[in-house]
């Protein structure tokens, strides 16, 4: 009885380990894209190709992203991290490093 409890508890440690990990890992990518996306909009050629109203839908993701990482981190689903961070990778791939 008493091994079955504890297998029990390892087997939910275990989830909430993943759900941290997954999260941690989403974050961590997120930020990085948000990282490489900032800097790619500091770079001339980018800045000149880009139209204004891309500029603006760009940095209003990373502010949004900024927003998801640190005022509210622990609020944050795992899911919506992951979203935003496809969201903020097609930008930088459709707008940003085809412009570069």
Known sequence: M??????QEADEYRAEDDKFLRKAK???????CSYKTTNALKEKDVKLK???QEKNMINHAIKVATNLLYKNNQQSEVDLLEDHLKEVEIMLENRVIKTG
């Open 50 to 52: 880009l139209l204004p």
């Open 26 to 32: 989403a974050m961590n990518a997120l930020d990085y």
């Open 2 to 7: 008493k091994s079955k409890k504890l297998i």
